[in-house]
């Protein structure tokens, strides 16, 4: 569903977030990320801070301190 929805509108911001929250989920981190970024990139607000405290997680599981504390710091700036 959410894939035909990104067939009509490629940059629905909604629909990459949620993806992005299934791949993760799913443990297809290599797409959550991409879902994630595009949110980043295409949405605004609380949209965006969402996503980039998602990235934030993803990063510090992975244990990339450093991509997480710039996500977290980014969605901060946008949500504090």
Partial sequence: VLSALLD???DNVEAHLL??????MAMNIR??????KKV???GDGIYKAMALK?????YAEMKDYKQAIFFYSK??????
Avoid: T
């Avoid at 797409?31 to 994630?36: C, G, M, P, Q, V």
């Avoid at 969605?75 to 504090?80: E, F, V, Y």
């Fill in 31 to 36: 797409k959550a990320i991409f879902h994630y």
């Fill in 40 to 42: 980043v990139e295409l």
């Fill in 54 to 58: 998602r990235l934030g997680d993803i």
């Fill in 75 to 80: 969605a901060l700036d946008i949500s504090p």
């Fill in 8 to 10: 009509e509108d490629k």
């Fill in 19 to 24: 993806l992005g929250k299934a791949y993760r």
